[in-house]
């Protein structure tokens, strides 16, 4: 199976920066998608960014032009830069991944990591 591990959160500054990282591990296919949602205390949990195997990505619009995905293959990580973070960022931050096989779909996460944006 697919195993997702987070790191890189912590506590930043409002305007500061932070980089977070997930690797996954096991059987991991190309044509596997990877992303980031976040969950903030007594709110639903939200996409804030997504990459396609072509390399296209898209974001929520809370985060265009702050924070920016990417991925490498051949490490199987995806990473978030998060700039210019603002104190309603704060969030348990979980990347997941997509695999569509077959007609098969399945959805994998990992455990979170907490940014927490405060002065």
């Known amino acids: 199976q697919v195993q997702l591990v987070e790191s890189g959160g912590g506590l930043v500054q409002p305007g500061g920066s932070l980089r977070l990282s997930c690797v996954a591990s096991?059987?991991?296919?190309?044509?596997?998608?990877m992303g980031w949602y976040r969950q903030a205390p007594g709110k639903q949990r939200e996409v804030v960014a997504g990459?396609?195997?072509?390399?296209?990505?898209t974001y929520a619009d809370s985060v265009k032009g702050r924070f920016t995905i990417s991925v490498d293959n051949a490490k199987n990580t995806v990473y978030l830069q998060m700039n210019s973070a603002k104190p309603e960022d704060t969030a348990v931050y979980y990347c997941?991944?997509?695999?569509?096989?077959?007609?098969?779909?399945?959805?994998?996460w990992g455990p979170g990591t907490q940014v927490t944006v405060s002065s």
């Open positions: 997941d991944l997509v695999r569509v096989v077959g007609g098969t779909y399945a959805k994998y």
């Open positions: 096991g059987r991991i296919f190309s044509t596997d998608v």
């Open positions: 990459i396609t195997t072509g390399g296209t990505t």
